[in-house]
């Protein structure tokens, strides 16, 4: 299973940005999908989560104003940003939970940076 992030970019503070991730592959199925970030010299942390059934979760950090969702239809989930704020300048990664012939395992995007400055 391979994943393709886009949608990174500089922003500047308040401002908004959708993130999106897809799976490609053959013969896999998609459980759990997920959000993380690295922000610069720190470790990378949990974001968001949206589960196979719709059910989302967020970092404290980021409620209320980022959304994830995904399509099924096209395997990509997204991350709907909003007022962003310098603090949430990292490197974004997606991670999907992917079922193939070789079992069940989480995988990784390879991150797209996201810049928020005045």
């Known amino acids: 299973v391979q994943l393709q992030a886009s949608g990174g970019g500089p922003v500047q503070p308040g401002e908004s940005l959708r993130l999106s991730c897809a799976a490609a592959?053959?013969?896999?199925?998609?459980?759990?999908m997920e959000w993380y970030r690295q922000p610069p010299g720190k470790q990378r942390e949990w974001v968001a989560l949206?589960?196979?059934?719709?059910?989302?979760n967020y970092a404290d950090s980021v409620k209320g104003r980022f959304t994830i969702s995904r399509d099924n239809t096209k395997n990509t989930v997204y991350l709907q940003m909003s007022s962003l704020k310098p603090e949430d300048t990292a490197v974004y990664y997606c991670?999907?939970?992917?079922?193939?012939?070789?079992?069940?395992?989480?995988?990784w995007g390879q991150g797209t940076l996201v810049t928020v400055s005045s």
């Open positions: 592959g053959s013969r896999f199925s998609i459980g759990n």
């Open positions: 949206v589960t196979n059934g719709g059910t989302t």
């Open positions: 991670n999907v939970v992917a079922t193939t012939m070789g079992g069940t395992r989480g995988y």
